[in-house]
């Protein structure tokens, strides 16, 4: 992100509420990329691969808050070799219904890589490669760059089974 504010030293110290007291311990604003309203985020948790729907709901107050459009966020623990990196993007719809404003997050299965000791990371360094190729990033282009599945039983399970094996049965 080279128009991006990363800082080193004044980082942010974000409030938790009680509701992620026991679940976020830490959580500071580490830079902005003004340009597309994007937070760079660093969370300290108690596991950075459990409780995930706290951690997305905590980023989403951030966001609504905030007014940013989206968050890029390192989530860690000091009792973990793993941690999890996230993009987490507020999507406004409105309704065709009634009129009103539905907020939509990114999932945060699919929009997250999970890094570190014994954990596979070739998609990881595949997906993450094309910010070298990208002058200033758009939230368009962080999301592409997020949404990717990777490969494994999830994945075999949902379509593998359900699909390719049928078709190869009946070759």
């Given amino acids: 992100f ?22 976020i311990l830490e959580a500071e604003v580490i830079g902005e990329y003004q340009e597309e309203e994007i937070a760079f985020l660093a969370i300290k948790v108690s596991s950075p691969e459990k409780l995930r ?6 980023v989403a107050r951030y966001l609504e808050e905030e007014g940013k459009e989206g968050a890029l966020v390192a989530f860690y623990s000091d009792d973990s070799p ?9 999507e406004y719809e409105k ?16 929009f997250s890589f999970i890094v570190g000791e014994g954990k596979a990371s070739k998609t ?4 993450l490669s094309e910010f070298l190729n990208l002058e200033n990033p758009t939230a368009a282009q962080l999301l592409e760059i ?20 049928p078709l190869a049965n009946n070759l």
């Avoid at 504010?5 to 026991?22: C, G, H, R, S, Y």
């Fill in 2 to 23: 080279p128009g991006a504010d990363i800082w080193t030293q004044a980082v942010k110290n974000l409030p938790i509420d009680e509701k992620f007291k026991d679940k």
């Fill in 53 to 58: 729907k706290y951690h997305r709901d905590f």
């Fill in 82 to 90: 793993v941690w999890r990196l996230s993009y987490i993007q507020m």
């Fill in 95 to 110: 309704s065709k219904e009634d009129g009103r404003i539905k907020k939509k997050l990114t999932n945060f299965r699919r």
């Fill in 124 to 127: 990881t360094l595949l997906q």
């Fill in 146 to 165: 997020f949404s990717v599945d990777s490969l494994n039983e999830r994945f075999f399970r949902g379509v593998y089974k359900k699909i390719c094996k």
